[in-house]
């Protein structure tokens, strides 16, 4: 069939159908250009009627009982041969930037090394082929999984109790904020405010406004941390608790926690901490010994399960002794004979879990990414996990210190930063801006930091380079970055249609938006 | 350490230019009173790459797994083959290893993936637009049921007595700290789902009907009925689809009058995995769009007039919206989303409709083979590859006695409801193309033994 789009590249559009570069020697007819591929859409490509899967040969005819429910038409759906599609999905991974290819530098996104091994064990048929159902004299070894996983969490945390279930961060988040009103509610109190600062991510006050709080904003200091004086004046009756990240999205370790934790405590709230950033304090402190209630563990981040371009996520939420009894359904308990039990909504009761809020999804959570975590905290144990958050924190500062003398670091006059630094564009020329250092970045063969996050400091550079790049790596990128700067300004005008080098120049968002096409329109 | 690059030399010399005289003068803000001194105690200490295998795999070794033994298991979770390709082009680094498609002009590989897959969802549930996927079905559900409440200012959703006892579970958690209203009851041991009871239960008030096809005993609901009357008391229909493959066979829940489709999308490309990671799958009517939670990918252009894709509509987002937003969604199950597009564009709407036909065809099977074990009857009327059958005792026992036979014969609808008598001898069982007319066989020799 004929590949025909629109607005896209296709594979007759040959140099003749863009005048404007006719006499560019650097088109081809293919569109092709050596190794940078193009590839159209698996409905451009596909036949109708085909499949890529041989299946046994059965009668097409169906029960009686269920001819009635039939479909009318087979779902207009391609189906390619293995060589085709094989094919397609590999031109079309070379279209992505992944750690794998480079230094993937995203502040607060935490984008460190994925060791195979955790792929490998994951795979194994006893973990990958066993149902969420099987009886539970077959999953012995799944729930000791999980099992020793939440000992290590509690453990490195010095919480009392862990939920394993929630599915990714802002779901952890989620399960953090319904014990909290879990727990008001068995006090009989109906607090209305959760507390968050401005540089929190968004997922924050989104979370507490889908579980019914209303928000408000704690402000920070001009050392880029909470206000303490300000949140002990908003604190009272009417406050559920606080949401606190912690190092925060500045890079930075709360200082006062204890004392944000012991006031929130005597209002009679709970604290939320935000543990996205938990990567750079492992094994050097433990959030329990400051008064943390409730934190999430992205597992994607601080234990390294795959991002997997956007997900799957895992969200462990390690709870205090005050919420443990309100944590979800299900979850594993040692028993008194060693053996671990899956307790669900069947024994609840009778395992003195009967304040659970309930459930928060279907079956045991992501146990493809307890695999791979547990068998990277095993590989790295106590002391491979200190190493990690110091050298996290190290090379972060590697970074603040080589880049502080040509951009700008709100604030790096204070002290050092944890495992990410943070610069703005506050001194850049009129018409340069983070995004062109950002797009510059792409050219010079790295992917961007995190731009224009935390929103209180002027177009934010979060560089998170992980414990994961060696000191050449991190040489290379600082080389670019000096580069960039000098670049930015200079006014260089080169600068502003970067990146010259990708797949893809500056793509049009506006029109994205303005008129969304979210599906293949062609029949 | 293996994954550390850093050498001891590397970080004497990176202190230097930091200025600083040891590392933990870097944790200087971190009050010393809770500073670790050293590694915590009592914790094992970093193991070789062999060590952790062989730990892992003892582990594993402990389980039964779906391919050791006779395996009829479904209720949400289902195991098919999964072509060889699909795993190898999940694992290349270029997509195992990338992040969220931020940075569009370094993403296209993983945003024209999610553009597939959104057509792909949206063709097979019959909508015009799906998302690019939520955690899982359970969660997608609820979702749902938040966004049918957006659209209609109503609170009440009405749930029809076959979904998913862990997808009503998470509702109600939910609803009670939304203040949504979830009138729900169990379902009974009788061959048609109650569409009558359902329909009765819509009133002024109702922001949706949610509806599970095929419902959880297996049996087909009538959606069209049942979205005729929600739409006259203005409200919606969200059809929920637990097993994907059965669409090659019945007709796509959007051409019966569903107005929101979610589903759990684990059945095509991701395997069973002991429960997640899932996909969830989230379709609904163009005019909603703006409803819906979780990311889209869209189709642009970009500054040399080529077809692009981006991730679009950002702005009912939370890292936009914060509180204001949809959802507190942030991720999707983007891996999972790739590997059900990858087994999906093998197989097409040909080849899932063959491998429709072939479940069906083993479901057949199993329900003529168990009809004859003495004192074992099946409920179903109509059903695609799972039904239930009712059995002369407790199915919780039944199903730990055929454990002990290496048999992993179903799941027992007391354990899904522990607190309904009613359903106690319940058996789920599922056929899919993995099943064979020997462990057909064994299952219905092993129920002999049992029930004997």
């Known amino acids: ?523 | 350490m293996r994954y550390l690059p850093l050498t001891p030399a590397d970080r004497t010399e990176m202190l230097g230019v930091i200025g600083a005289g040891s590392v933990d003068d870097l944790f200087v803000d971190v009050p010393a009173e809770a500073r670790l001194a050293g590694p915590i105690a009592g914790l094992p200490l970093r193991a070789t790459e062999m060590a952790v295998e062989r730990h892992m795999g003892a582990l594993a070794g402990q389980n039964l797994s779906a391919g050791q033994a006779p395996f009829f298991l479904g209720a949400g979770a289902y195991r098919h083959h999964i072509p060889a390709s699909v795993d190898h082009l999940i694992q290349r680094g270029e997509f195992l290893t990338a992040y969220t498609p931020y940075q569009p002009e370094i993403a296209q590989g993983t945003l024209q993936v999610l553009f597939e897959f959104q057509t792909q969802v949206a063709r097979l549930f019959g909508v015009e637009v799906a998302n690019a996927s939520m955690y899982d079905g359970s969660t997608a559900c609820w979702e749902a049921i938040a966004m049918a409440g957006r659209i209609t200012k109503r609170k009440k959703a009405v749930i029809c007595r076959g979904l998913h006892p862990h997808y009503v579970a998470t509702a109600r958690t939910m609803a009670k700290f939304t203040g949504d209203t979830i009138d729900y009851k169990a379902p009974k041991l009788e061959a048609e789902p109650d569409t009558s009871g359902v329909i009765a239960a819509i009133d002024g008030e109702t922001s949706c009907v949610v509806v599970q096809y095929p419902d959880i005993l297996g049996r087909i609901p009538d959606l069209a009925a049942i979205a005729e009357a929600a739409h006259a008391a203005g409200a919606l229909l969200v059809a929920v689809v637990t097993e994907p493959v059965a669409l090659g066979l019945l007709e796509a829940p959007g051409h019966l009058g569903a107005d929101i489709v979610v589903g759990e999308g684990q059945a095509i490309g991701v395997g069973l995995q002991f429960g997640g990671p899932y996909l969830g799958l989230f379709g609904c009517r163009e005019k909603f769009v703006r409803q819906m939670p979780g990311r889209l990918c869209g189709q642009t252009v970009d500054a040399e007039g080529k077809r692009g894709f981006v991730l679009t509509l950002s702005t009912r987002e939370q890292h936009i919206r914060r509180e204001k937003a949809t959802s507190n969604i942030c991720t999707n199950a983007g891996l999972c989303a790739l590997a059900f597009c990858i087994h999906m564009t093998l197989l097409g709407g040909e080849g899932l409709e063959q491998l429709a036909l072939v479940n069906h065809a083993r479901a057949q099977q199993l329900a003529e083979r168990l009809a004859r074990v003495p004192g074992v009857s099946v409920l179903n009327g109509a059903f695609f590859n799972e039904f239930t059958v009712v059995l002369p005792k407790d199915a919780r026992e039944v199903v730990r006695a055929l454990a002990d036979r290496q048999v992993l014969g179903g799941v027992s609808l007391g354990r899904l409801y522990p607190d309904e008598a009613a359903l106690a001898h319940g058996l789920l069982v599922t056929a899919t193309e993995c099943t064979t007319a020997e462990d057909i066989e064994a299952l219905a020799a092993a129920l002999e033994g049992v029930l004997a």
């Open chain 1, 1 to 523: 069939m004929s590949a025909v789009n629109a607005v896209g590249w296709r594979p007759e559009m040959g140099p003749a159908q863009h005048p404007e570069h006719e006499s560019s020697p650097h088109l081809t007819a293919s569109g092709d250009k050596g190794l940078m591929l193009e590839e159209p859409l698996i409905f451009e490509l596909g036949r109708p009627g085909s499949t890529g899967v041989d299946i046994d040969a059965v009668d097409r005819a169906v029960s009686p009982a269920l001819a009635r429910f039939r479909r009318k038409a087979q779902a207009a759906l391609p189906g390619l041969t293995e060589p085709e599609a094989v094919r397609h999905y590999t031109r079309l991974s070379r279209q992505n930037y992944a750690i794998d290819l480079g230094p993937f530098p995203l502040g607060s996104c935490t984008m460190k090394h994925n060791p195979r091994l955790n792929e490998k064990v994951a795979r194994i048929a006893g973990f990958a082929d066993l149902h969420p159902l099987a009886p539970q004299q077959t999953a012995r070894g799944a729930y000791e999984v999980i099992n020793q996983l939440a000992e290590w969490l509690i453990t490195l945390t010095g919480m009392h109790g862990v939920a394993m279930s929630p599915k990714a961060g802002a779901h952890g988040e989620l399960c953090g904020v319904l014990c909290i009103k879990a727990a008001l509610e068995a006090r009989g109190e109906d607090r209305k405010v959760m507390l968050v600062p401005e540089s929190a991510h968004g997922t924050n006050p989104a979370t507490a406004a889908f579980a019914g709080f209303s928000i408000e904003n704690i402000p920070a200091t001009a050392e880029g941390r909470v206000d303490l004086a300000a949140l002990k004046a908003r604190l009272g009756p009417d406050v559920a608790g606080v949401m606190i990240t912690n190092p925060n999205t500045c890079g930075l370790f709360e200082r006062e926690m204890k004392a944000i934790c012991d006031a929130v405590h005597d209002a009679g709230g709970y604290v939320y901490c935000d543990g996205a950033n938990f990567n750079a304090i492992v094994g050097k402190v433990r959030p329990g010994d400051l008064g943390v209630d409730a934190m999430h563990i992205n597992l994607h981040k601080t234990f390294s399960t795959p991002h997997g371009g956007g997900g799957p996520g895992s969200g462990p939420v390690v709870l205090s002794e005050a919420l443990s009894p309100f944590g979800p359904l299900p979850y594993t308990a040692r028993m008194a004979d060693g053996v671990v039990h899956l307790v669900e909504e069947e024994d609840a009761a009778t395992m003195g879990h009967s304040q659970s809020f309930g459930r928060m999804a279907a079956f045991n959570g992501q146990m493809g990414m307890f695999t791979r975590a547990l068998a990277y905290i095993l590989s790295h144990g106590a002391d491979g996990l200190r190493q990690v958050a110091e050298d996290a924190v190290l090379n972060a500062n590697y970074v603040l210190r080589s880049l502080e003398g040509v951009l700008e670091a709100p604030f790096g006059k204070t002290g050092p930063c944890m495992h990410e630094a943070l610069f703005s564009d506050e001194n850049f020329p009129e018409g340069f801006s983070t995004l062109d250092v950002a797009k510059g970045l792409i050219d010079e063969g790295f992917h961007p930091m995190t731009v224009y996050f935390p929103l209180v400091v002027h177009g934010a550079m979060l560089i998170e380079p992980t414990e994961t790049e060696s000191k050449a790596g991190l040489d290379r990128f600082i080389a670019s970055m000096r580069s960039l700067a000098a670049r930015a300004k200079n006014a260089d005008p080169s600068l502003k249609t970067a990146p010259h080098f990708a797949p893809r120049h500056r793509l049009d968002e506006t029109q994205a938006a303005r008129k969304p096409v979210l599906s293949w329109q062609g029949g």
